[in-house]
């Protein structure tokens, strides 16, 4: 199209440069659809070799919209792990979905104001939709019950936090303490210290052999904190942790939580998805009881970042911790059914992320999205059977809401525990040196172990086999050189 943006002070383009162009990032969009599988999904630079490719002045002139464009795609998108890639095993993978791709471009087009409901009351009729489905689907109450999308699993927990802290603690929360597992994410870790409890405010309770918190470590640590004097408020669980996947007892922490009048905040953000199914609805049984939950459609609801969703047993809960009346927003505050979600959290101008898990919903089926994480859990389920039955592979821990833990560790030879952290360290540096999957190590029970996180619907049984092919050659070359 050529267009020289010198001198457009209004920053506008005509209607045919912004079809040419908006086709252009539409064709960048879908080429990337199309192609992924077959690229390698992992990206490697140095802060140098970048830091030479894209530092430059703030450029005073403008130049063509087509040359920026091109570069942008070639230079910056194409440099960065793929993780909707059938081979990105790692951390939680984001298999995304092109609907809520687009709807996300809309979102950004029309520039929606999600904030208030005089600005917009479509989208916060949509966010209530989407997050009424989602409190019926985790057995909250629909009406009393409400919730809030923001950016992430993280932006959830500590919304969580700051919610439980004021039910709970009101303005003193000096001596106020919080429970959670040593298996727990970091972003719980994270908020509490946001919220600004001390360090000795937090209990890391040690979990049992199956990863689980242990229930006889925790009721023992609030009847010592009981005893000290300190104040018991808050209690998190996780329903799906990120190492592997385990779930919580979830009932009996809701129980002790009843019985010791404790706020109970369960982490959904990793697993709380596969409630979809049936075996994971199995998994999850007491996760009703929460009050709070933090889920994330960004991982395994297959949304594109960032979307994240915490829900609550009451509504007025969040309008009660996070309501301020400014005169400057009086106008916009209309009546009481008429929610503003900048009631409901910390955001006061936030995009319209309703939209795309309600597009994806409406236009897939919540059907479909079942089916994916029946699939995502079978072949989690498969991969283990693939490794137990082999003489090169040990499962850590067993497959459990789509991860898995093991390591290479052949019967013949016999390798030290040193030697085997050390193979297994070496596979993940050499399968990402090769940019073949990626792929990460944890450690569980003081050992190096592969952890694949099983949750994208694209990804085939052969796309593990030949993952583990790999793996396997890379162990028999590290041996060689041991
Ligand atoms: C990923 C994750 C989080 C953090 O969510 P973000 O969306 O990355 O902010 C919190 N808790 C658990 C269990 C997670 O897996």
Redesign the pocket.
Known sequence: MGTTNKNNSTLTLSKKEMQDYGYRVVDAIVEHFETLNNKPPVALATRKEMDELLQEPVPEEGKDANEVLSFVVEQVLKQNNILSHPKAYA??PGPSNYISVMADTLATGFNIFSGGWSMSPAASELELVTINWLLKLYGFPVKKGGGIFT???????LTALVTARRFKCGDDFSKAIIYLSDQ?????IKAIRICGFRKEQIRIIPTDMDFKLSLNKLKNAIAKDRLEGNKPFCMIA?????NTGTVDPLNDMAEICKNEDLWFHV?????AAAILSKKGKLFLKGIERADSL?I?P??WLYQPY?I?CLLVKNHSWLSATFQEKPEYLRDIEGNPSEINFYDFGMQLTRRFRALKFYMSVKTYGLGSFRKAIEYNLDLAEKTEGILRKSPYWEVISPATLAIINFRFNPIIPSLSEKQLDFINQGIVKKITKARKAILATTVLQEKVVLRMCLINPRTTLEDIEDTLKDCQDYAEDIITSL
């Open positions: 951390f939680v950016s992430g699993g993280s932006m959830a927990n727990a994410h970091s972003s719980n996780s329903a799906g942790t990120t982490d959904g953000a990793y697993g933090t994330d960004h991982k960032e994240g």
